[in-house]
Each structure stands twice: as C-alpha cells, then as structure tokens.
C-alpha cells in the first residue's frame, strides 16, 4: 500500500539525518551536532536512584518543581536573568519548547524571522507550525552580525517573532553586547518578540563570553530563553531543554505540551536536578570545552594551510566550522557528496541551513582529535586537487570555478 504524504510532511527534507545518522562505519563523521563525550557518573547515579525510588509516572507538564527551581536558580547565577519556577517550562528537548512557543506565539500565515544561515530546523519548525519562515541574510563580509537596519527592512505587520541563536550553529559566532543591543531595538521598534535559542552557552571561547539578550534592559518581557542540558551536559539523550517567559505565557505552554508530548521523561528530568545542583558538572563542562578548543585550533591550522582554497570565520563558540568550498567549482552539496565517496568524510553540506550556505559547508569538530585531524587532512588534500583540476580545465570551466 502506497500512503499519500501531506503537503507539509512532503517539505521536509530527509537528507541531513541520512547524512548524520546514516553513514557506513569506515567514514570519517564530521556531521554530529552532539558532544562527544558520555554523561557524567553523578548524572547516570542520579538516574538509577530515581528508577529505584519508583519515578517513574508522569510528572506536571511543566516539570517537576525541583527542576523547575535548579533552572530558575542557574538562570539567576549565570545569566543575570530572574525567574520564578512559575515562568519555567520543563521541555523533552530544545527543539519542541520552540515549536510550542511558534504555535503560542504567531497565528497560520504569520511570519518567523530567521538568520540565514541558521539551524535547519527553525524553518521547518515554523512551517509545521502553519508559519511563514522569513530569512535573514547574513554576510561574512560583515562577520555574519545582525544589524537593526536588516531586521526593520524585513519585518513587516505580519512578522511575529524572530529567532536568534548565540552561539550560532552553523557559524559559531558569539552574539556581543552592542549586537545584542542593535537587535533588541529592532524588536521592540517592530513589535515583535525574540526566541533566544541560547542552548551552546557554555562551548565560547575566549575572549568571547555569552550574555543573554533577554538580560539587556526592557528586554525580559519581549524575549524567551529557550535552553537545555544536552551540549553543556552531555545529556543529549535524555532530551531536557527549557523555555523562560511569563507566568501566563508558561501556563500556555504547559497546557499545549501537555496535549502533545505530555511532558519530559521523569526519569531524565530527575537526572537533570542533579546535574544542575552538582558543582562537578562546571568542570565537567570545562574539560569538553577545552578539547573542542584544542580540536577547534586543529581545524583552524588546517584551513591556513589551505594557501586561502578554504574560507572560514574561526567560531567564537559552538563546535562547528562554517567552511566557503566554491574554489574547489563547485557548491557546497556537491562539494560534501564528492568528499563522502572519493575521501569517505561526512561533512553537512551549507544549503541545509539556508540560501546563503550554497557555497559551504558545515563540520562538527565534536569528535576525537584523531578524527578531526585526518577528517581536515583529506578534505584539504580534496579541495586542493579540485581546484587545480579546475585551474587546468578548458577556459569555460575554469572561468566557472574563479
């Protein structure tokens, strides 16, 4: 029997989790967007001893009050940012606190504004939500920042909500103060809200730090702060993220969660109390980040000894590299097909993540030293005899390739 696919599950596209989860065992995987490192002993005792305690029933939508408290908690010590456990919503992952907050947010036919290049699923999200994705273009002439100037061009009256994402997946820019700043007025002169999508928090770089755009002055009551516990953590499984609001905005949410995925594992939520109490969960964080630093160093050296045939921002933040492969002549997609078949290395091609990515791609360098190394070896060596193939090729094809 043949099932005939409704227009909106015929939009999604299917190829970023055959790229990322469906690659033979003999491929180098720079395509993972999840920490390489397994959850901590104290968050895996904490969940055995939940189990045994018998928590194992369904909790409030919202989540259970311990968690509920730890996030308003961390939010007060880490982002300057006060909330009760009333304006906490408990979420079985990031990505469904942004879908619910679209759906509570925008009415069919509203606008989401999104940056371009951005994480694939915002538009996809929005379109599910019956929104109407409005992309954002961003230049790498200009450091990939948003300016108040390209936000007020673009939102008009039916433009609901903006999405930003700091640290940025793909390119691992770290928003500043100023950036920030220009965005929060743009949001206010427009009348819309921000979902600020803050879930690489803790992977920055020095001297860049995170700060909070809901933080800055009047911004509070037009921002929701949606995090989690799977990068900073390592709980990537255990899919607990949050959303920060209002009181009358999280009962919303809670309702709407609790008529579509019910709530988040009780199991995992009991888990995530611990890992927010326990002290050792900083330096647990620290030791990931400094070997994403160290690994993000090996992706750097590699490109500079590209002599220019790769063109990249080094990331602020994240554990991804945004890489310009148009000297090799060709697109991003056609770029990381060749490189998975003649150099067996998964990377994401850029067009996933919007318009302005044709000509990239995007690496994860979340995985083992040794894999970044040799992975960055061969997609050099790749783009290098590429390129000068394309140097050599009949005039009309080289002309393409310039």
Known sequence: MSFKLSGRAGEIDDEVFRIALGLPSDVLKLTAGEPDFPSSDFVNSAANASIGRGETHYTNPSGIPELREEIAGKLRKEN?????AEEIVVTPGSSPGIWLLMFALADRGDEILIP?????????LARLAGCVPKRLPLKKENGYRISAADIEELAGKKTKLMIINTPSNPTGRVMGREELSEIAAAAENSRMYVVSDEIYEKIVYPPHRHVSLASLPGMKERTIVVNGLSKGYAMMGWRIGFTASSAELASKLSSLLGYTMVCASSVSQNAAVEALRNRKSEEYARMMVEAWSRRRDLVIKAVKGSDGLIDMIPPDGAFYAWMNVSSSGMDGKTF????????KVGVLPGYLFGDTGRDFIRISFATSDDV???????IVDFIRSQSTAAKWAPSSTAGKAE
């Open 336 to 343: 990381a097909s060749r490189l998975l078949k003649e150099r």
């Open 116 to 124: 371009d290049p951005a994480w694939f699923h915002y538009s996809v």
């Open 80 to 84: 300057d940012l006060s909330y009760s």
């Open 372 to 378: 970044v190394s040799e992975g960055m070896e061969r």
